[in-house]
C-alpha cells in the first residue's frame, strides 16, 4: 500500500482525495497547509507521493521536500487538466485513474 498526502484543503484537492480513496493500493491523508506541523506530520506518515495544487503551494514547502529524493511530487493545475510530476515530465491527468496510476507504478529507488 502506498502513503499517498494531498496537500492542501481546495476543492480540487477533496475532490481527488475523494477518488483516490476508492483505490485499495493507496492510503489517502489530507494535510491542510495552514496547520504549525506540517513537516513534523509529513515526516510521520512519511508518503510516497505528495500531490499538491501548483497554483496554491508555496515554494518553500516543495523546497524542504527534495530531501527525500524518493519522493513522487505531483503538482496538479487543474485549470489545465494537467499534472507536472516532479520530473519535470507532464501528463494529462483527467480521471483519478491517471494518478493511481503513476503512484502505484512509481517504483523508489531505494539505497541500501
Not at 502506498?2 to 492510503?27: D, E, I, R
Not at 499538491?52 to 513522487?72: C, I, N, R, V, W
Amino acid at each position: 500500500m502506498k502513503n499517498v498526502v494531498l496537500y492542501g484543503k481546495s476543492l480540487v484537492m477533496s475532490t481527488v482525495a475523494a477518488s483516490l480513496q476508492a483505490c485499495p493500493q493507496l492510503h489517502v491523508q489530507i494535510i491542510d497547509p495552514t496547520q504549525p506541523d506540517v513537516q513534523q506530520v509529513m515526516s510521520t506518515i512519511q508518503p510516497d507521493a505528495v500531490i499538491f495544487d501548483l497554483e496554491a503551494t508555496k515554494p518553500e514547502f516543495l523546497l524542504s521536500l527534495l530531501q527525500q529524493p524518493d519522493l513522487l511530487l505531483i503538482g496538479l493545475n487543474a485549470e489545465a487538466h494537467k499534472a507536472l510530476l516532479w520530473s519535470g515530465k507532464q501528463a494529462a491527468a483527467v480521471a483519478a485513474n491517471d494518478l493511481v496510476k503513476v503512484i502505484v507504478d512509481h517504483q523508489p529507488t531505494r539505497k541500501e
